[in-house]
């Protein structure tokens, strides 16, 4: 059992349609972070969220930290071929000691034109 | 800006064999880590360290060893390769605080056979 349990573990959407990715915990979280990972490559920061409640946006990707800090969200508006990857989330537990992150097993987006 | 870079990036080694994965950064991060990614999962801690000259286990240690001799370098050592280190190994930089996300090098694909 993950610490972190995403959901779904793959989407397949077509071009214009929206999507949420949900990053569930029973543990509290000093901070969690999103990140989508392309093939072959190391994972890039999206966002940091360290409030409880907090919501953030980039552009069409909206993320919020649930009020506990204990749960996130990713949601796209109108995905484009672009948005196709690997998202992970990532948290970070209060004293975690050297501030290390505990991934989610990752939802893998595919977008089609 | 390198950033972090891993060397190499593909490797195949046979069972009992030895190599070092490299990783160097350019940006004085004190924190560093190295994270192993299987096939469809999350990343998974294996080591990490605060700075030069102090090293820790992380999740899944057993069959690696590390050195933070510098800032900048941060070698991961395999003594003798098993099958199920078959993976892809991240490497990643901090600044400091949680708030600031990892910077992730590409990757080195490891095969053992």
């Known amino acids: 059992t993950q610490l972190l349990e995403q959901s779904p573990q793959f989407l397949s959407i077509q071009e214009g349609e929206n999507l949420t990715v949900y990053c569930n915990s029973s543990?509290?979280?000093?901070?969690l972070q999103w990140y989508r990972q392309e093939p072959g490559e190391g994972p890039v920061l999206l966002v940091t969220?360290?409030?409880?409640?907090e919501v953030k946006k980039l552009k069409r990707l909206t993320f919020q930290f649930g009020d506990a800090r204990k749960d996130s969200s990713l949601h796209i508006t109108a995905a484009q071929p672009g948005d196709t990857g690997l998202y992970l989330c990532a948290g970070e537990l209060i004293k975690a000691a050297g501030n290390k992150l505990t991934f989610g097993g990752g939802t893998r987006v595919l977008v089609k034109p | 800006n390198a950033g972090v870079t891993q060397t190499p990036k593909f490797r195949i080694l046979k069972i009992g064999q030895s190599m070092t994965l490299q990783c160097t950064q350019d940006m004085n991060h004190n924190y560093m880590y190295w994270y192993r990614q299987d096939p469809g999962m999350g990343l998974k801690l294996i080591y990490y360290?605060?700075?030069?000259?102090?090293?820790d286990k992380g999740e899944v240690p057993n069959g690696y060893n590390v050195s933070r001799s510098t800032t900048e370098d941060f070698p991961l050592r395999l003594e003798l390769a098993a099958p199920s280190q078959t993976s892809v190994y991240f490497c990643a930089s901090n600044k400091q605080a949680g708030y600031y996300g990892y910077t992730f090098g590409s990757g080195t694909r490891l095969t053992v056979v």
């Open positions: 969220v360290v409030t409880g409640g």
């Open positions: 543990s509290v979280f000093s901070s």
């Open positions: 360290s605060v700075g030069a000259g102090i090293t």
